[in-house]
């Protein structure tokens, strides 16, 4: 994405990668702390390996924090951090777009 | 996307589909009607069958009108419609997490 790399909206793109992204990012917005497995079950069916490699990304992103909840076997929980919960107001402004021109959505709350 | 179809930002994002689409819409939100190679050479480098690809898509779910500007050889222009205009808002969410949270983007005008 060389030509309008300082573009703030090719740039959010870029970090948030796709839809997946914005979708594990809306999980953890209305749900709070996460396990791989509830993230897995919940964000419509995600591919496990791409769940993987996008937590993976929005970690390296500082969009959300992970901590082990048990050492044996090693298992993660995930959280939105301020950077992360800042996307609120994208995740606010999509739904209302979707709920005004797509017949039959509505709008999950927290 | 089966399980949470309802959801409002889940059935947006599908009609998106990718970074590409919102690119598009960004660059007829900011510069209005433009052409394809107008597309083409704007939007950080969309490789051309994506372009196509996705210019298809906006006009099945629309958010884009396109209408030729001559016949021999037949080219279009692209349009955003009230439904694509709509997603101002969107635009500008993302905008405002971008300047705020990835250092040396700025928000590029209309």
Redesign the interface.
Known sequence: ???????????????????WS??IV?DLMFRGTLRYGDLAA?A??IPTNTLADRLRKLEDA?ILDKQAYTDRPLRYEYTLTD?GR??G??????????????P?????GP
């Open positions: 994405m060389a030509p309008r790399s300082d573009c703030a909206i090719a740039a959010t793109l870029n970090v948030l990668g796709d839809r914005l979708l809306r919940s419509e069916g500082g950077r800042a996307l107001p994208v995740l606010d402004a999509i739904a209302t777009w979707g709920v005004t021109y797509i039959g959505t509505r709008r999950l």
